[in-house]
C-alpha cells in the first residue's frame, strides 16, 4: 500500500484507504494470541517540531482508536508520537519550503509504524514486522 494511504498532509483523520489497510490488518490478526500493539506515529519536517509532535501522538491515537474499534482490547493497544525524530526520507532529499512538490516528496515521513508482540496460532512468536503506513 502507498505510504499516503493512512493521513493526508497536516492531518490525523485516516483516510478510507488508510481504514481499509487496517481493516486487512486486523484480520491478519485473527487467529493469534496477542501481547501487546505499539502504534508510533511520525510526522514530516514541515511545521514546528512542537507541533510535529502533537501530530504524530495523534496519528498514533487515531490508528489506535480505530484498532480498538475493531474489537481489539484497549489494554493491549499502546500509541506513543515520534514528531519528526525518525525521518524515512533522507537529508538533502525534499529540498525547497512548502512546495506541493515538497510536500508530496516527504509524504513518507508522515506514518504510522504498527508493531505487534505475540504468538501466532502456537507457530510464530516474538515480534512482528512493523506495518509503516502513513
Request: include cysteine; charge should be neutral; hydrophobic fraction near 40%.
Amino acid at each position: 500500500m502507498d505510504a499516503s494511504a493512512l493521513f493526508a498532509f497536516d492531518t490525523h483523520e485516516l483516510r478510507p484507504e488508510g481504514r481499509a489497510a487496517l481493516d486487512d490488518f486486523v484480520g491478519r490478526l485473527k487467529g493469534a494470541t496477542l501481547g501487546m500493539i505499539r502504534a508510533v506515529g511520525h510526522a514530516d519536517r514541515l511545521g514546528s517540531e512542537a507541533y510535529n509532535q502533537i501530530l504524530s501522538e495523534d496519528r498514533a491515537e487515531a490508528v489506535k482508536a480505530y484498532l480498538v474499534g475493531k474489537g481489539i482490547e484497549p489494554e493491549r493497544v499502546r500509541a506513543e508520537g515520534r514528531g519528526v525524530a525518525q525521518p524515512v526520507t533522507k537529508p538533502g532529499e525534499c529540498i525547497g519550503g512548502r512546495s506541493a512538490q515538497v510536500i508530496a516528496c516527504l509524504q513518507p515521513d508522515r506514518r504510522v509504524a504498527i508493531e505487534v508482540a505475540g504468538t501466532r496460532a502456537s507457530t510464530h512468536s516474538g515480534i512482528w514486522p512493523a506495518f509503516d503506513r502513513n
